[in-house]
């Protein structure tokens, strides 16, 4: 369980993937910010994700919602936020708002890390325990394992900072932006998909 768990939350977060997203959002910010955001950020997704293996079900199943709905936020998330690295990231506006947003609350630590896709996996390998001790002790090592993944990828990809430069990162963003606006679309695609199979 912990090998299959770990494999699939590394393949859906992306701790690779995150790291020119992560640089575009705080390339222009102190390097004491940087700091704090490569650890808060999958400090935050550890929460979430922890909160969603601890009561995920009941939680979705109170509030009726399904993992389409998640989908389909998370995607119109991150187009949000795709939209503002494509568009306004260079703008003086776009940059008082990002100074204004703690980014590693929102987008990196949720949707980005702890998006539909971890949290559906993350409830769907806990209802596969069915009421193991050890089964649930394997869950939890391997959502500890990877987060401690994720941290050490943006924590040292601060270093490339310095060697991209402003005219770096302004290249990165434009770049993160689409690769988000594609994600957010696959994700408002599947969203759909899976609301017309339940319909």
């Known amino acids: ?41 999958p400090l935050v997704s550890l929460l979430v994700i922890s909160l ?8 979705l199943a109170y509030l009726h919602i399904g993992i389409p709905a998640l989908q389909g936020a998370g995607g119109l998330l991150l187009l949000l936020v ?7 990231l260079g703008g003086s506006t776009a940059a008082q708002v990002s100074d204004d947003v703690n980014v590693a609350l929102v987008p990196l630590g ?9 949290i559906a996996a993350v409830i769907v390998a806990v209802s596969q325990v069915h009421g193991d001790v050890p089964g649930y002790t394997a869950i939890a090592a ?31 963003a434009k770049i993160a932006g689409l690769l988000l606006a594609a994600i957010a679309v696959q994700l408002i695609a599947t969203s ?6 339940t319909a």
Request: zero cysteines.
């Open 1 to 41: 369980m912990y090998t299959t768990t770990a494999i699939t939350l590394l393949v859906i977060m992306d701790p690779p993937g995150q790291v020119p997203v992560f640089l575009s959002l705080v390339g222009r910010r102190s390097a004491e910010y940087r700091r704090k955001a490569a650890w808060q950020a």
């Open 52 to 59: 969603f293996a601890v009561g995920g079900r009941a939680i």
């Open 82 to 88: 795709a939209l503002q690295l494509l568009m306004g």
């Open 110 to 118: 949720t949707p980005m890390l702890a998006g539909p896709g971890a």
């Open 142 to 172: 391997a959502i500890l394992t990877v987060h401690a993944v994720v941290a050490l990828a943006l924590f040292f990809s601060t270093g490339i900072i310095r060697v991209l430069r402003v005219s770096g990162i302004t290249l990165l």
């Open 192 to 197: 759909v998909i899976g609301f017309a199979a």
